[in-house]
């Protein structure tokens, strides 16, 4: 079991530029959530598919962030003109959701620098 | 505002000393607690939960929780250097919602 995959490791863009960051969740897990991550404002809440279906994007920025799940592998989150305050660590996790499990398996992150 | 608080924001304690670590939730919608331990350059790995009131024991490890004042605390002994990291708290509303996270305590356990 390798964990949850995330792709790349380290994205540098410039502003305005688009990045696209990849998840691949642990086979099996049936929810996948992106968080982002800073020193001040800490693990932050952005979207959560769950059967691929899009359950809560309440803590995402509507007007340049996306995000899909066309199938049970992978997911992605897509930031249009990005700009400087997007520089985070973005985690993505899944979760079995079955059972009473619900813990959160994070993979080990995608570091935006926007310049 | 944070909806979920934690204190301190950083602790130190003596290598087989005691750490207690506090967390709050303004939201009273929420219903269960996690407490998540992330090492420096690593992702959070979930330590424990509980979504009852009383206590919880796991090894060296003992979460509490108050549902009427939504607090939440978790108390580490005979700490070892290795517990060194953030602790994060995180509150949901039931099985099957999002979890809200706090920004964490950072636990020093000095050798």
């Known amino acids: 079991n390798a964990g949850v995959i995330q792709t790349p490791r380290h994205k540098v863009t410039g502003k305005g530029q688009e990045a696209t960051l990849w998840c691949e969740p642990i086979?099996?897990?049936?929810?996948v959530f992106w968080y982002r991550q800073t020193i001040v404002q800490g693990l932050e809440f952005l979207t959560y598919?769950?059967?691929?279906?899009?359950?809560?994007d309440s803590g995402m920025p509507k007007e340049r962030f996306s995000a899909q799940m066309p199938n049970q592998s992978h997911s992605t989150l897509k930031i249009q003109s990005t700009q400087p305050q997007d520089s985070a660590v973005y985690l993505c996790?899944?979760?079995?959701?079955?059972?009473?499990?619900?813990?959160?398996?994070f993979g080990h992150g995608t570091k935006l620098s926007v310049l | 505002q944070q909806k979920v608080q934690q204190s301190p924001e950083s602790l130190i304690v003596p290598e087989g000393g005691m750490a207690s670590l506090n967390c709050t939730s303004s939201?009273?919608?929420?219903?269960y607690f996690w407490w998540y331990r992330q090492h420096s350059g690593k992702s959070p790995k979930m330590l424990m939960?509980?979504?009852?009131?009383g206590e919880k024991e796991e090894g060296r490890f003992t979460v509490h929780l108050n549902k009427a004042s939504l607090h939440t605390s978790l108390h580490i002994r005979d700490s070892q250097p290795s517990d060194s990291a953030l602790y994060l708290c995180?509150?949901?509303?039931?099985?099957?919602?999002?979890?809200?996270f706090g920004t964490g305590t950072s636990l020093l356990v000095d050798p």
């Open positions: 996790a899944s979760s079995p959701f079955q059972g009473g499990d619900e813990r959160l398996f």
């Open positions: 086979s099996g897990h049936s929810a």
């Open positions: 598919f769950r059967n691929q279906a899009p359950i809560d």
């Open positions: 939201d009273r919608n929420v219903d």
């Open positions: 939960s509980i979504f009852s009131n």
């Open positions: 995180a509150a949901s509303m039931g099985m099957g919602y999002k979890l809200t």
